[in-house]
C-alpha cells in the first residue's frame, strides 16, 4: 500500500494527521504524494502559544541522551506543565525506541504522547555542549525541543513539529538560538 492509499484510507478519520504529515515532510526535506486527497483542517498551535520563560534553559547539563531528555522533563514539571512525570518519561523514552528524535544541524525534538497530558506542552533546552543524540546527520545536537501531547489530539502535535521543523532549517535562526542570553531573548528570536 502507497502513502496515497493510506492516507486517503483514514483522512476521513483523521484530517490533522494528514496535515501534520505533509507539513513534517516538507520541512525535513522529502515529498510525498498527496494529490487527490484534499485537507483543509488548520490550528492554532505554535511555539508562541506554548512557550513561555519558565519552560526554556539555556545552560542543560546532561552528557546523554537520557540525561538531556530527564532535564527537559524537569523544566515541563517545574512550570507545572505535567503532573505524571514517570508517564511522560515512559512516552518520551517509547518514542525514541522506535526511532531516535535527533534531526539535522545540531537540533532534537524529543517527543511522546500520553494519556496522562491534557493539552500540548513543549520546553525548549540549549546545551552549553553538544550531545550525541543519534542524529540523521549523524552530528551531536546542542537544541532541544521537547513536546508532550494527548492520545487522542494528534492535530497540534504534529502541527507544533512541523512548525518547529520549518523554523530551526534557518542557520540564522539557530545560531541566534545558540547565542542568546535569556529565555525572554529566545522568545523573541521565535516570535520573528
Not at 44 to 52: E, F, P, Q
Not at 69 to 80: F, K, M, P, Q, R
Not at 109 to 136: E, M, N, R, Y
Not at 145 to 166: N, R, W, Y
Request: one cysteine or more; hydrophobic letters at 45%.
Amino acid at each position: 500500500m502507497d502513502f496515497s492509499q493510506f492516507f486517503a484510507e483514514k483522512r476521513e478519520n483523521n484530517r490533522a494527521t494528514l496535515i501534520g504529515v505533509k507539513l513534517i515532510s516538507v520541512a525535513l526535506g522529502f515529498c510525498l504524494d498527496f494529490s487527490g486527497i484534499g485537507f483543509y483542517t488548520i490550528f492554532n498551535m505554535n511555539l508562541k502559544t506554548v512557550l513561555t520563560k519558565d519552560t526554556i534553559s539555556l545552560h542543560l547539563k546532561g552528557q546523554a541522551k537520557e540525561e538531556i531528555i530527564n532535564e527537559l522533563l524537569d523544566i515541563l514539571v517545574s512550570a507545572g506543565k505535567i503532573q505524571d512525570r514517570a508517564a511522560a518519561f515512559a512516552a518520551v523514552m517509547d518514542r525514541e525506541q522506535k526511532m531516535s528524535t535527533g534531526m539535522k544541524h545540531g537540533i532534537a525534538i524529543p517527543h511522546g504522547k500520553s494519556a496522562t497530558i491534557k493539552d500540548l506542552v513543549a520546553c525548549i533546552g540549549i546545551s552549553d555542549t553538544a550531545v550525541d543524540f543519534d542524529s540523521l546527520d549523524k552530528e551531536p545536537c546542542r537544541i532541544f525541543i521537547m513536546t508532550l501531547s494527548p492520545l487522542e489530539k494528534t492535530g497540534p502535535h504534529l502541527q507544533f513539529l512541523a512548525e518547529v521543523s520549518l523554523l530551526f532549517k534557518s542557520s540564522e535562526k539557530r545560531a541566534e538560538i545558540l547565542k542568546a542570553g535569556s529565555a525572554e531573548e529566545i522568545l523573541k528570536i521565535l516570535a520573528e
